[in-house]
């Protein structure tokens, strides 16, 4: 079935400094995907959607400048997180939309998380 | 959006059948019901999703009501790996982008 690779699973790093996460879907073609982040104990929090060729879509109240999105091929979007601070910890997920022959939808796949940690 | 109310918790015994309600008063005419669950430190999976018919697969059954305002998820046979944050979803492909919004979902834990 369709698979989305999310990269790194888990990182630390310094307050002040930039993280990237990548996505990529293998052996389908992504030309949207999405991003979540998740604190301990709560649920999914879209954050944005990623069109290929195209600027980020956000949802309201996440900063633009602060998590930058790069969808530059159907297969790979990127997440930073620029000068990121302690209460960026979260667990950030992307997903991409499954579809079939026909167009026919199969439901959304997700990638395993990244566990972001900033000291 | 249309939103999905579920209970916060609930147990289950291993091997027994579980049913996991999901009530969407508001659901419109377009819009789909989707299942996902989490296990921890995990992304979301894919269960099942469906429209108006009951649907099946090797993983669930989803019973949608007639007048499409509530539906149940139902695990035939509970397993341990079965744990994991249950949520329903209301998703209208016609609006919305595509994007899928998560409540808070039932958190489903199963003992042996």
């Known amino acids: 079935g369709a698979v989305v690779s999310q990269h790194p699973s888990w990182v630390i790093c310094k307050s002040g400094t930039s993280v990237k996460i990548e996505c990529r879907s293998l052996d389908f073609q992504a030309t949207t995907m999405f ?28 900063e633009k400048d602060k998590f930058l999105i790069n969808h530059a091929s159907l297969t790979l ?26 167009l026919l939808f199969y439901g959304y796949t997700f990638g395993s998380g990244t566990r972001l940690t900033v000291v | 959006d249309a ?16 049913h996991l309600p999901c009530n969407h008063s ?19 999976e894919y269960v099942i999703h469906g429209l108006t018919s009951n649907v099946n697969n090797r993983m669930a059954s989803l019973a949608i009501a007639e007048d499409r305002k ?23 492909p016609l609006n919305q982008g595509g994007k899928l919004i998560f409540g808070q979902g039932t958190e489903l834990s199963v003992k042996p």
């Open chain 2, 70 to 92: 509530s539906s149940t998820l139902i695990l035939h046979r509970a397993t341990l790996r079965d744990a994991a944050v249950y949520y329903c979803i209301l998703r209208d």
């Open chain 1, 35 to 62: 991003w979540y982040r998740q604190f301990p104990k709560q649920s999914l929090m879209l954050m944005a959607t990623s069109n290929e060729g195209s600027k980020a879509t956000y949802e309201q109240g996440v």
């Open chain 2, 26 to 44: 508001t659901i419109s005419g377009t819009d789909y019901i989707h299942w996902y669950r989490q296990l921890p430190s995990q992304g979301p």
């Open chain 1, 77 to 102: 979007s990127t997440l930073t997180v620029t000068s990121a601070h302690p209460e960026d910890s979260s667990f950030y997920i992307c997903s991409a939309r499954m579809t079939g022959p026909s």
């Open chain 2, 3 to 18: 939103k999905t109310t579920q209970p916060n918790s609930m147990e289950s015994n291993e091997e027994e059948p579980v």
